[in-house]
């Protein structure tokens, strides 16, 4: 018992008041949740949102144990400026999900919350929760197995800031590496805006609690803070782990041992083609995670590329040679694309192609015609200076 209290101290840290103070920024920042069609962009700052569904759950008999701010914006709030942009905003509530009831509940319960920050003069009455949800939500989830009891919404933002709230029961695997490890306890903070009136100040404010799921909390955090790539128990990785590893290497993060992170690689690789054996599917999760992650960033796009193309041409081992092709040719058409749509493309010279395009890539809506291309063969291109 002992040990694991000390397990459980080295996991967590008391946030500063400079940490405390970026963490309100993100709670009481108005983020747009963008409708579609003919539906009013919604005002939603985090603590209101998180307020109202930890409220409305309460009085329908779902207890939340508590709630924390997750991710790549928890990063954010305990290391300012370190090149990693955060863009989802992620809360985690922890409560219980016993039955496919509260899991309805639960949807339900979101989906209303939205009427409470739509405009004045809008008629509620008339607007149904498949209405919300056709309007707001982005990304719908729901898992229930023995080991995994979860659900996820996400609110569209068309700058890839979504507001995702997540509701866990369990699930095996929170974080991917050290550097999104991150949760922050908001129960404190939110307690101090239901009950005091005064305004947080350095010498005045709630003590709020920061964990890292990876395991020790200091360890992480300087992981962090020199932009160092570490991880356990990789074999527990997803296929996105490859995506999100070649996320952190276009931002000139490191890994912490080179030898190690070789043979890691290969492992990414080949769960990333077993979770996406199908080129359709490799280009439906590239493309989605090119377009959630890379907004505003149009530039970095094509250095990821180079950088995810490397890793697999270097490190897969688990596929036959024109499967492999198919996903090398699949990865360099989306890079060309990237550079026709950044109208950088001067002349032939002048571009990093590692395979001939067809000809069709000369139109910028070729997604479609991916398939087909990975069929045929290309003339291998040298990289030019």
Request: some cysteine; hydrophobic content about 35%; glycine content about 4%.
């Amino acid at each position: 018992m002992a040990e694991i209290a000390i397990l459980e101290c080295r996991s967590r840290s008391v946030l500063s008041w400079e940490q405390v103070n970026r963490l309100n920024e993100v709670l009481t920042e108005a983020v747009p949740v963008h409708g579609r069609g003919n539906f009013p962009t919604l005002e939603i700052r985090l603590k209101d949102i998180v307020q109202i569904v930890r409220n409305r759950l309460d009085e329908k008999g779902i207890k939340v144990r508590d709630i924390c701010l997750n991710g790549s914006t928890a990063s954010h709030v305990l290391v300012e400026d370190n090149g990693w942009c955060y863009k989802d905003l992620d809360l985690i509530f922890r409560v219980d999900l016993p039955s496919e009831t509260e899991f309805k509940i639960i949807k339900d319960v979101v989906l209303s919350a939205l009427l409470d920050f739509l405009p004045e003069g809008v008629n509620k009455n008339k607007i149904t929760s498949m209405t919300l949800k056709e309007a707001y939500v982005q990304k719908l989830v729901k898992v229930s197995t023995e080991l995994d009891r979860w659900s996820l919404i996400s609110l569209s933002n068309n700058n890839g800031r979504n507001v995702e709230l997540k509701f866990v029961d369990s699930i095996r695997r929170q974080f991917e590496f050290s550097v999104d490890s991150f949760q922050i306890i908001l129960d404190s903070l939110l307690f101090y805006y239901d009950c005091s009136e005064n305004p947080m100040s350095k010498h005045f404010h709630p003590t709020v609690i920061g964990e890292s799921v990876y395991g020790d909390f200091e360890v992480a955090l300087d992981h962090l803070k020199n932009k160092l790539i570490a991880t356990k128990n990789p074999e527990e990785i997803r296929g996105g782990g490859l995506l999100k590893y070649c996320n952190l290497l276009v931002r000139d993060f490191k890994p912490t041992d080179e030898e190690e992170f070789k043979s890691l690689e290969r492992y990414m690789c080949s769960r990333f083609f077993i979770d996406f054996p199908d080129i359709v599917e490799q280009q439906r999760k590239l493309e989605s995670y090119l377009q959630s992650h890379f907004i505003g960033e149009e530039k970095s796009k094509y250095d990821y590329l180079l950088i995810l193309r490397r890793v697999v041409n270097e490190s897969t081992v688990c596929l036959m040679g024109h499967e492999r092709r198919q996903t090398l040719n699949l990865i360099s058409l989306i890079a060309f694309r990237v550079l026709a749509e950044q109208n950088a493309i001067p002349d032939a010279s002048s571009v990093t192609c590692y395979y001939q395009p067809a000809p069709y890539v000369r139109d910028l809506n070729f997604s479609n015609y991916y398939i087909a291309s990975c069929n045929q063969s290309y003339p291998t291109w040298l990289p030019c200076s």
